[in-house]
């Protein structure tokens, strides 16, 4: 089944404490991306990727870092988590530009105390 | 700043209605241009692309105005099952991003 996974689906950190949200897409998709929701904010995308090694900032990427090592995963790395960085996040992917049709991953909800 | 805006609602409207809400783009170069639904607490799904010539899928009719700048999504027969926000995104020929509006959110009354 094609699909963006996203995990973990839930999590509750404190402060200061570095944490890895992992997305993996089987769809050989060369373009992922991470967005953020929140109330009222819309979705804003962080970081975005077009194919391996090449990683550009989104329109919120303080706060925020990622990888991509291989085509599959886009982890997005919080070094120093902070309670402004509560949110809804998704992973997507697309299979060349933004332009094109973006698949979501489920989501993770992300409480930082 | 480029910007996609949308009426934020909630539209009421009753199971059997037709609704129609719009999407307005400022940037006149705006290629791409989709619709998707969005559930409470889920993720995004792509409901229909958008194209320059008009598009239906069953119920539902897209249609683009680049003169003016929007995009329309019309849902004819509404369902209980159409509530939902619907979300417009917006991307330009060659740009890496696609930018998507804040979302309208639809309640469909029984």
């Known amino acids: 089944e094609a699909q963006v996974t996203q995990n973990p689906r839930y999590l509750i950190t404190v402060t200061g404490k570095k944490l890895t949200v992992t997305c993996s897409q089987n769809?050989?998709?060369?373009?992922m991306s991470w967005y953020r929701q929140d109330p009222g904010l819309g979705l804003r995308q962080i970081y975005y990727?077009?194919?391996?090694?090449?990683?550009d900032k989104g329109d919120v990427p303080e706060g925020y870092k990622v990888s991509r090592k291989e085509k599959r995963n886009f982890p997005l790395i919080l070094e120093s988590p902070s309670p402004n960085q509560t949110s809804l996040y998704f992973c997507?992917?697309?299979?060349?530009?933004?332009?094109?049709?973006?698949?979501f991953g489920a989501g993770t909800r992300l409480s930082v105390l | 700043r480029k910007e996609v805006e949308q009426d934020p609602g909630p539209f009421n409207v009753p199971e059997g209605a037709t609704v129609a809400f719009n999407c307005t783009y400022s940037?006149?170069?705006?290629?791409?241009f989709f619709w998707y639904r969005q559930d409470c607490r889920k993720e995004p799904k792509l409901l229909m692309s958008?194209?320059?010539s008009g598009n239906e899928d069953g119920r539902f009719t897209a249609q683009l105005n680049r003169a003016s700048q929007y995009i329309s999504l019309l849902i004819r027969d509404s369902k209980l099952s159409d509530s939902a926000t619907y979300l417009c995104?917006?991307?330009?020929?060659?740009?890496?991003?696609?930018?998507f509006g804040k979302g309208t959110r639809l309640h469909i009354l029984p």
């Open positions: 940037n006149s170069a705006s290629q791409s």
């Open positions: 997507a992917s697309s299979p060349t530009l933004a332009k094109n049709i973006q698949y």
């Open positions: 990727s077009m194919n391996v090694e090449v990683t």
């Open positions: 769809m050989n998709h060369e373009y």
């Open positions: 958008v194209y320059s």
């Open positions: 995104a917006v991307a330009e020929a060659g740009d890496d991003k696609i930018i």
